[in-house]
C-alpha cells in the first residue's frame, strides 16, 4: 500500500471525480446522498485495509476530504456562480432569459450560495470555492 496522504490524493485526483459527475445539476434524494456517502467510506476501508464496519471520519478529517454531501452543494455554488456570470449573449443566458429554469432558483437557494461572497470579484471567489 501507500501512504495515507497519497492514497487520499489519488483517490481524490482519479476516483472521486467518478462520482462526483454531475452533481452540480442534479437534485439529490436523500438515499442517493448516503449511497454516495456509503461508496465513499467502502472506498476509504478498501484503501486502508479498514474493518467493514468501521469508520471513516477521522481518515477523512486527516486528509481534508469533505462528506459528499458537502461537495455536492460545492459544485453547485460553483455551478451557479459560473451560470450568473456568464456574458449575455452566451447560449444557457439567452436560455434562461426564455425557459424558467426552477432547478437554477432551487440551486441558488442553497445555504452555501447563499453564505458565499456575492459581490467579491473572481480571485477572492476563487480562494473562497478552493477552500472547500
Known sequence: GFLLRLSARLYATFI??????????????????KALESTQDKCFRMMYGGHPASSTMVLRHMVNLPSMSFRADTLVTKYCWRASSLPKDCLLSLLSAVVSSPRLDLLR?????????KRAPIAVKNKWIRTY
Open 16 to 33: 472521486r471525480p467518478k462520482a462526483e459527475y454531475g452533481l452540480a445539476v442534479v437534485r439529490l434524494k436523500v438515499k442517493e446522498c
Open 109 to 117: 437557494s442553497l445555504k452555501m450560495h447563499e453564505a458565499s461572497p
